[in-house]
């Protein structure tokens, strides 16, 4: 990976990995996120059948509340409305087709019998991972929510804008933050991160596996 600086325009929008921006320390880090297979799961936060169905499918205690996250060893679920949750599979090694998966079909079908409903929804986001002191910063100049830790804490997560864009974010337990964006409008807000983060010093990293 070079470390020269580069700051014309069309370089700086460059998702080739590389050091990038303002000549200096690198202060923040830019990483395209592994998705992977990603369902949405809808039903009532107090349907009981629903819980303990959705519980033991994917290995937690409890369906995450309002701007939370729960994880197992195998999946993420993530709040993301009243009666809405993502969940994604942790496993690099899961088919990208869940009717594929063992037991999926005759588990949704439960779902749908304890009154929720499930979508495979892979294909519709995509994200990239932001880590360094100014990560934060960085979002902010995009963002309206306060992203201070004490306010967005750790395994919290919220749906609000990155400019014009409605985003999905992140924070995970060890500070990182994921940002994710409907694929649609991925060039212009990766564009926009980008511009933002040149003033830092940053660098473009390998896609997650």
């Known amino acids: 990976m070079g470390s020269a600086c580069v700051s014309d325009n069309a370089a700086i929008r460059s998702s080739q990995p590389g050091r990038y921006g303002v000549a200096g320390p690198v202060r923040v880090s830019l990483q395209p996120a592994a998705t992977g297979t990603v369902w949405n799961l809808q039903g009532a936060a107090d349907n009981a059948a629903l819980i303990v169905r959705a519980t033991s499918l994917w290995g937690v205690e409890t369906l995450p509340a309002r701007h ?9 679920l993530m709040w993301v409305g009243p009666r809405s949750w993502l969940v994604f599979s942790l496993s690099p090694h899961a088919p990208a087709d869940p009717a594929m998966q063992p037991g999926f079909l005759d588990s949704r079908n439960q779902l749908n019998a304890a009154g929720g409903a499930l979508f495979d929804v892979s294909a519709s986001r995509v994200g ?32 609000s804008l990155f400019g014009h864009v409605a985003a ?19 060039d212009d807000v990766w564009s926009a991160l980008c511009a933002s983060a040149a003033q830092y010093g940053y660098e473009v990293l390998p896609a997650a596996r």
């Not at 939370?68 to 993420?76: E, G, K, L, M």
């Not at 960085?138 to 395994?155: E, I, K, M, R, Y």
């Not at 974010?169 to 994710?180: C, I, K, M, Q, V």
């Open 128 to 159: 990239w991972t932001l880590r360094g002191p100014r990560a934060s910063d960085l979002l902010a100049s995009g963002c309206p929510l306060d992203l201070h830790h004490s306010v967005f804490t750790p395994d919290s997560c919220a749906q």
């Open 68 to 76: 939370r996250i729960v994880s197992s060893a195998t999946h993420r």
């Open 168 to 186: 999905l974010y992140h924070r995970h337990a060890d500070g990182d933050f994921t940002l994710y964006v409907a694929r649609s409008f991925a």
